[in-house]
């Protein structure tokens, strides 16, 4: 067959061929991205599901339209607003279908073949795979402990003059890392200055242990003259509700969002109204709350659990900054006391031990860090992931 040019820039991914390992009886996998099935709120998306076939049951299985079902968009615009944006309403969003739908259409309406993006060394790898799919040059900026390193991120975007920047700032996958207030009114004012857009995806930004995170750049910009208009903003419920509902949305100022709303006509015409529906009984139920109090409690607890194993029983063989939210750790082996510090060399020899985690380095665009890894609690319990690191430290020593 004869295939598109395009598909010679992405490859499947190394991770996938490491999950297909996963299967094998006994192992505890740090590995996935998933949220903990067994903490869906299945009884509230029953009675959600229930009321949408009930109430609006022409709607609910009848084509949509593209921008989404008016009633979750009303939900959605609401559930911002409780996060501080305050200048939003529901023209200003369009539903996706997941947020990952939200990332392609940017893809599609923004990028030509040779253009330059700018994302965080280390990110969520699709996206990486999915701008290289529409021709992006893929350049990362570097972060560190409390994510990207604002100065650089300002070098690169002189140096590279990027169709656009995409960070994951609260609680990115894989990095964990949180972007501090200082940073983001400073990343606002250089989408100003430089008049470039910064996409802001923001599925794990409910997923706090402790304090809330600072505001996301999208409410942030209400107080930054100017760069409103230099903000999309990607949200999602999976990782809170369920991503098999493939629910997610792009706010974006009315330009972008019109063309992104075009082309997802051409892909999918809507996302499912059933699913939609659905989600909006939900949101109007006011069981969010609820079930994003749950979700963090037994997330916490699983994060301050991993914490602990690994500074007992790894030691200084591994560094890392504590996630204060998200599904992940975020690691780097030292190489202290002569131990291995090749994270892909380390994955091997844990499949043998029965724990399986990702390396780091594919997360990266370039530049990868071979001695990075990732680590979720997301579904391991409690006396699992004391377990699988205990096999960790086994497969190190
Ligand atoms: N962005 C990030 C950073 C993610 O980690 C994920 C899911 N792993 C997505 C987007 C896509 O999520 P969804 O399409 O389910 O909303």
Redesign the pocket.
């Known amino acids: 067959m004869n295939f598109a040019a395009r598909l010679d820039k992405v490859e499947t991914s190394a991770i996938r061929e490491l999950f297909k390992l996963l299967g094998k009886p006994g192992i505890i996998s740090f590995a996935g991205?998933f949220p903990d099935s067994a903490m869906f709120d299945v009884e509230g998306l029953r009675e959600a599901s229930r009321l949408a076939l009930a109430e609006q049951p022409g709607a609910a299985l009848q084509y949509g339209a593209t921008e989404g079902y008016d009633p979750l968009r009303a939900e959605l615009a609401a559930f911002l607003r409780a996060k501080g944006v305050e200048r939003i309403d529901p023209s200003g969003l369009i539903v996706t279908?997941?947020?990952?739908?939200?990332?392609d259409l940017l893809g599609k309406t923004l990028v030509d073949p040779g253009d330059k993006v700018i994302v965080e060394g280390p990110?969520?790898l699709?996206?990486i795979q999915c701008f290289r799919l529409y021709g992006a040059e893929v350049i990362s900026a570097p972060i560190d402990g409390e994510g990207v390193r604002v100065d650089r991120l300002e070098e690169l975007i002189v140096q590279h003059r990027p169709k656009f920047i995409y960070l994951?700032p609260t609680f990115?996958?894989p990095s964990g890392a949180l972007l501090g207030l200082e940073r983001r009114r400073r990343v606002l004012e250089l989408a100003v200055r430089h008049q470039v857009l910064v996409v802001e995806?923001d599925?794990?930004g409910d997923l706090y242990f402790d304090a809330a995170p600072p505001p996301s750049l999208l409410a942030l910009s209400e107080s930054v003259p100017g760069s409103r208009d230099w903000i999309a903003y990607?949200g999602?419920?999976?990782?809170v509700l369920s991503?098999g509902l493939?629910?997610?949305w792009l706010a974006a100022p009315s330009e972008l969002l019109a063309r992104a709303t075009m082309c997802k006509q051409f892909s999918d015409a809507h996302t499912s109204t059933f699913a939609q529906a659905t989600a909006a009984q939900y949101l109007k139920a006011g069981r969010m709350p609820a079930t994003l109090a749950h979700v963090r409690e037994i997330y916490g607890q699983r994060a301050r659990t991993m914490g602990e194993a690994l500074r007992r029983e790894l030691g200084d063989a591994i560094a890392f900054t504590q996630p204060q939210g998200g599904l992940f750790f975020w690691a780097r082996l030292t190489g202290a006391g002569g131990k291995l510090a090749d994270a892909s060399e380390l994955a091997r020899r844990a499949i043998g031990e029965g724990v399986a985690f990702v390396p780091g380095a594919p997360f990266f665009a370039t530049e990868p860090d071979t001695s990075a890894l990732r680590l979720s609690f997301a579904t391991a319990g409690l006396e699992q992931i004391e377990e699988g690191v205990k096999r960790l430290a086994r497969a190190l020593a």
């Open positions: 991205g279908t997941g947020s990952q739908q939200a990332l990110t969520f699709a996206t994951i990115g996958n995806d599925p794990y990607c999602s419920l999976s990782k991503p493939r629910v997610g």
